[in-house]
């Protein structure tokens, strides 16, 4: 799913480029397009991320491509540089608020016109996760449903997950942004936390990414995934 992530947003970005990446993190992604030619200003809350992806920084002698600031993505008026040319979220970071219109307010003054953002967020319909209501987990079938959120936790934390469809998140946007596309992940293919699907049913998971590779694009189908891949370009 990175991987897909990856090639959908190198079709977009020119080297050299300057992207802002939110919730970065350790850096898995700043570090991967920093070493693709990108000049990456990666922000993400918890200081402690960020000291990690300091030291890799340090480590591999990229000082010049990768600024960092600890910076919620709900503060993102501390960023005083302007004029990006992309906005970049990975993997569901902004779920982590219930005020997403916020944020997404936020992006007019970081981004140049012709600019692009590209979310990778989690909507509120995953097949994977209703099948478990047949094992009678009806907690984790429903979860993405609840309009309050869903109560999650990962390495101590506890926080609320919210969902969205991409239907909404294109709303948030306005008539400032044009949609470039929407994408599905994890429509057929099973989600990252079932990571030994694929070695174990390697023929049938290759039958399945074949298949979500065909149908990742259409109305239902991209709706209906572990997350979607949202990308819209500022107008101007």
Known sequence: MRGTVREHVLGLWKTGDSVVELNAGTGLDAIYFAQKGFK????????????VLKQKISQLSIEDK???????????????????????????????????????????????????VTLVIMPKICPWELILAFKGNFKVAFRRLNRNGAPSHLEGQYFTTYYYSPSS???????????????????????????????????????????????????PFRSWADHFIISVRKNG
Not at 40 to 51: K, W
Request: aromatic share 10%; net charge negative.
């Open 169 to 219: 998140v294109r709303k948030m946007f306005g008539e400032n942004y044009s949609v470039i596309s929407i994408n599905g992940l994890g429509i057929v293919v099973p989600p990252p936390y079932l990571e030994d699907f694929p070695i174990k049913h390697s023929r049938i998971y290759k039958k399945l990414l074949s298949l979500e590779n065909t149908i990742a694009d259409i109305w």
């Open 66 to 116: 990768i600024v960092t600031q600890q910076c919620s993505f709900l503060e993102l008026d501390k960023i005083q540089q302007t004029g990006f040319d992309h906005i970049f979220s990975n993997f569901g970071g902004l779920n982590c608020t219930g005020g997403l219109n916020e944020v997404i307010g936020s992006f007019d003054r970081l981004l140049k016109p012709g600019g692009t």
């Open 40 to 51: 990456i200003y990666a922000t993400d809350n918890a200081q402690g991320m960020l000291d």
